[in-house]
């Protein structure tokens, strides 16, 4: 079965570092979907893309996160500096989704990030 | 604002029939997806649609605006988290909270 492949799986760092989160999407899918999972917010949408172009991150706070897909095989999540308050798991996804609302997002299986 | 909401946590007896409801918010949405999550893995699709589905013991209702996941012979390996989603045209899935399904023996 085609995956969605996320690295790292776990990250404990330290605040004020950098955290880059990279993620895989299947091959051939043409949109690619950042989420946080909080228990307060469940899944949180905060970027997603579609034909590598960046459809909406109102999602992220600006300041300190960004995401990039520098190419069809790579999508990455960027936060500098880090801060505690970022400690969750990270969900990338991925879809070939036509606009019509009724395709399915496959899920990677997360990076959980721990910031000290 | 596009929300979706639906209760954090049910509660069912094994064998028995559990309804997680869902309602949402979401401009132009007409379609609804549930997920399962189990702690460190990948979020999977249980059933999705525009109209009432059914994929072996997963049941969806479907209204415009909400949804009932009714999981049927609830075991105890169904304890997990219950993910509902919304679609709008715009590409965008938006997810609720999450439901936590305890199961009692």
């Known amino acids: 079965d085609a995956r969605v492949t996320q690295t790292p799986r776990h990250k404990v760092t330290e605040m004020g570092q950098e955290v880059t989160m990279r993620c895989q999407p299947i091959l051939g899918h043409n949109t690619v979907f950042w989420y946080r999972q909080t228990m307060m917010q469940g899944l949180e949408l905060l970027a997603y893309?579609?034909?590598?172009?960046?459809?909406?991150d109102s999602g992220m706070p600006k300041d300190r996160f960004s995401a990039e897909m520098p190419d069809a095989t790579l999508a990455t999540l960027k936060i500098q500096p880090s801060e505690p308050r970022d400690s969750a798991v990270y969900f990338c996804?991925?879809?070939?989704?036509?606009?019509?609302?009724?395709?399915?997002?496959?899920f990677g299986a997360g990076s959980r990030l721990t910031v000290l | 604002k596009d929300q979706v909401f639906q209760p954090s946590t049910v509660a069912s007896s094994e064998g028995a029939v559990v309804e997680i409801f869902c309602n949402h918010s979401v401009s132009n949405a007409y379609n609804f997806f549930w997920y399962l999550h189990f702690p460190g893995c990948a979020p999977r699709l249980l059933v999705k649609g525009s109209k009432p589905s059914q994929q072996g013991r997963y049941n969806m209702t479907y209204e415009r605006f909400s949804s009932s996941l009714l999981i049927l012979q609830v075991r105890e390996a169904d304890a997990a988290v219950y993910y509902c989603a919304c679609s709008s045209g715009t590409y965008k899935y938006i997810f609720g909270t999450g439901t936590r399904l305890k199961v009692l023996a």
């Open positions: 996804a991925s879809g070939l989704v036509r606009g019509t609302g009724a395709n399915v997002l496959t």
């Open positions: 893309f579609r034909n590598r172009a960046p459809l909406d």
